[in-house]
């Protein structure tokens, strides 16, 4: 019993002997008088063990399972790993969700893929959840946060994210980076790299064969755990910047502050306010798909895109006409008159008249 339990105790029997009230003891202890009420008949019922938490001394429900564990104290006491430490890598100018799609794009052409990739909790694998100033997390269970764009990739491809929770996690790599910054740097040195093109072409002709030739182990297994892409593996689709948007009832789209207008042949039912997946590639371009189909799309002003004609337009004319057709009046039309004196006659008449 802890010495914050006993003193909560030592109130809980001053209540219970009337030596104090219950607003007191809910004072003293720090709890409201409905939980001294519920404490106090937990206490006739079980004694002074009412003021200990009943799941102390129980297994927790998220305890691996024994078989789990003797299987990982085996592998850790292990002298030597089955990792064989084969190195790929390339220069890149910074260290963005794009440039580790373009080596992962490299990796999986040439490797295949893996079962499971092992990272850190860097934020282009994972989401960070936000929280206020001042306020603390630990204890609570991370909510469930939208995936970023690799780990949507990764599960597109069926590869597993196994994020590293401790800095031991990732020794092997920090010790690769030390050896890199020795061998490596010094090699660049004498073969006088100076652009990023040369950086990579001694990375990969010279480094890397010296590296997976005398430090790389042999593991043992010698399966491979790659699988080959399939056809389903559209590596320019997965490894794209992916979000999600609306089309509007002129079949058009926004994306990027941009208008996109859907080619009138690529129309097809269902498609008004429907969302379509818009892919901006690594080469620049932009893919649109609806449901399983990719359709065509150009890119124009707002002031320029007319919607086009569909089987539900239909042409009704404009409520309010700004201009309308001056037609001659047909009050007078077979109506015969006479035709008069004229003016100089009916003169004359009246002048002999009078």
């Known amino acids: ?32 008088e409905r939980q001294v009420r519920r404490l106090l008949r937990k206490l006739r019922r079980k004694g002074d063990r009412a003021v200990i938490h009943e799941l102390r001394g129980r297994a927790s429900n998220r305890k691996l399972p024994a078989e789990m564990e003797e299987r990982a104290m085996t592998v850790l006491s292990d002298p030597v790993y089955d990792a064989t430490s084969r190195l790929f890598a390339r220069f890149v100018r910074h260290d963005s969700s794009e440039e580790n799609m373009r080596l992962l794009w490299s990796y999986l052409e040439r490797f295949g893929r893996p079962l499971a990739f092992y990272t850190d909790k860097a934020g282009m694998f994972q989401s960070a959840v936000k929280t206020k100033r001042q306020e603390q997390r630990e204890g609570r269970d991370r909510p469930e946060m939208p995936p970023t764009q690799i780990a949507r990739a990764l599960r597109e491809l069926g590869i597993v994210w196994i994020p590293a929770h401790s800095p031991q996690a990732k020794g092997r790599v920090e010790r690769q ?123 124009c002003e707002q002031s320029g895109c007319q919607p086009p004609p569909s089987a539900e337009t239909r042409a009704v004319p404009p409520l309010h006409s700004t201009s309308k057709a001056k037609r001659k009046s ?25």
């Not at 809980?12 to 003293?28: F, M, S, V, W």
């Not at 590639?281 to 932009?286: F, S, V």
């Not at 047909?330 to 003016?343: A, C, E, H, T």
């Open 177 to 299: 980076f030390l050896t890199a910054q020795d061998r490596l740097v010094k090699g660049m040195r004498v073969a006088c790299v100076c652009t990023m093109e040369e950086a990579d072409a001694y990375l990969e002709k010279e480094y890397l064969p010296w590296w997976n030739q005398a430090l790389t182990v042999k593991p043992a297994d010698a399966a491979d755990a790659h699988r080959p892409l399939g056809q389903e593996s559209d590596l320019a689709a997965i490894l794209s910047h992916v979000e999600q948007r609306q089309v509007t009832n002129d079949y058009t789209l926004r994306y990027c502050g941009k208008i996109f207008q859907i080619d009138r042949q690529d129309i097809g039912v269902g498609m008004r306010k429907a969302r379509v997946r818009v892919e901006e590639r690594l080469d620049g371009t932009i893919a649109v798909r609806f449901q399983d189909t990719y359709v065509r799309v150009r890119r």
């Open 1 to 32: 019993m802890t010495q914050a339990e006993r003193d909560r105790l030592v109130a809980l029997k001053k209540a219970k002997k009337k030596l104090i009230t219950q607003r007191q003891a809910a004072e003293e202890i720090g709890v409201t």
């Open 330 to 354: 047909q009050w007078m039309k077979n109506f015969s008159v006479r035709s008069g004196p004229s003016l100089r006659e009916a003169i004359e008449v009246s002048n002999a008249r009078s």
